[in-house]
């Protein structure tokens, strides 16, 4: 029984100053481990504020340049960039997200002459593209995987070549990394990294995020179709492993804290770094807690830690900059 060594073995000594317990402890936050999500369009003439996520900003491309030299000064050296596509733009098929020419691809092309330093990261997944809302092509009233797999390819390619250091293919069709690694590397893009969102569930805490691309889902169809069923964590593993067979270099798990399960079960059991996107609705609970002074700003490097502590790499996180500014202990 441990209790019979009391008082030789005290854990407390190792708890009695803030500089010991930082000796000792086990998990690290660190700057050069968070992301920051950011909203682009060239439908705003400047910076835009979020109703569904305050705090957070559409951005223009000049007001977008001015946030990224802002992070980087604070220690942030890496982005996802998350577009809100014109309506005029939408068709049933996401048709301007293959063009080679579209306000992102320029924009990334932009990003990566000014801040070659910066890392980028950007989404593949057609729904800011469609009138549907959703990630894939609608064939015969469902989301055709098969012919969605095509233009998930176009993209990429499009997205490797305007400079994208990591593309996230965030749409859930099946074989979907092992078509994008193939079309990558015949089009000598070998070195572009692939952060694949294996675990990403059909969840509710989505709602926010998908107002700020507007996205909302107008189809009757379910994102439970393609997303993964919440209920599940075995085929979470079973996802990640043929995503890294296929050739993805980094998982995703998608949430993040209602899935500190999933994190733990995939890091520990695959040989590739898992990263967490901490998500809108996340976000967004505990802005409004803090707004109510029910909790306290520190609650936020905690779930952070939370995060890490399961077995996240990184994390994807609308926090990442505050953190950056405001968490005395970060380096």
């Known amino acids: ?21 930082d000796l000792v402890s086990e998990t690290r936050l660190s700057k050069s481990k968070l992301i920051q999500p950011l909203f682009v369009s060239e439908s705003v003439a400047e910076k835009q504020p979020l109703e569904s996520l ?8 000049n007001a977008l340049f001015e946030e990224i030299d ?7 050296k890496t982005i996802a960039l998350f577009p809100n596509i014109s309506e005029s733009l939408k068709d049933e098929v996401g048709t301007n997200a293959l063009d080679e020419k579209n306000f992102v691809c320029k924009l990334v092309s932009e990003v990566k002459e000014r801040f070659p330093e910066v890392v980028l990261i950007t989404d593949v997944a057609l729904d800011p593209y469609t009138i549907s809302g959703h990630d894939g092509i609608i064939n015969n009233g469902v989301v055709d995987n098969d012919l969605t797999l095509e233009a998930l390819e176009r993209m990429s390619v499009n997205l490797a070549e305007a400079g994208s250091d990591i593309i996230a293919p965030s749409d859930m069709m099946d074989g979907r990394i092992g078509v994008i690694r193939k079309a990558l590397e015949k089009s000598d ?3 572009t990294i692939i952060l694949s969102y294996s675990a990403k569930y059909s969840s509710n ?53 209602p899935y500190l399960d999933v994190i733990s079960k995939l890091s520990s059991n695959v040989n590739a770094p898992v990263f967490a996107y901490q998500v809108s609705g996340e976000y967004a609970m505990l802005q409004q807690a803090i707004d109510k002074k029910i909790f306290e700003h520190n609650v936020i490097p905690e779930t952070l830690i939370s995060l890490f502590r399961a077995g996240s790499s990184s994390v994807i996180t609308y926090y990442a900059k505050w953190v950056a500014k405001n968490y005395d202990n970060i380096s």
């Open 1 to 21: 029984m441990l209790n019979n060594l009391f008082p030789n073995v005290r854990p407390r000594r190792l708890r009695k100053n803030k500089i010991i317990r």
């Open 54 to 61: 305050q705090g957070q900003f559409l951005f223009s491309r």
């Open 70 to 76: 802002e992070l980087l000064n604070l220690g942030i």
């Open 189 to 191: 893009n070998k070195d």
């Open 205 to 257: 805490f989505y709602g926010p995020f998908r107002e700020a691309i507007g996205s909302k889902k107008t189809e009757g169809i379910s994102k439970a179709s393609y997303q993964m069923d919440k209920r599940n964590i075995e085929e979470a593993l079973k996802e990640a492993e043929l995503d890294l067979q296929e050739g993805a270099d980094i998982l995703m798990v998608k949430p993040g804290m």
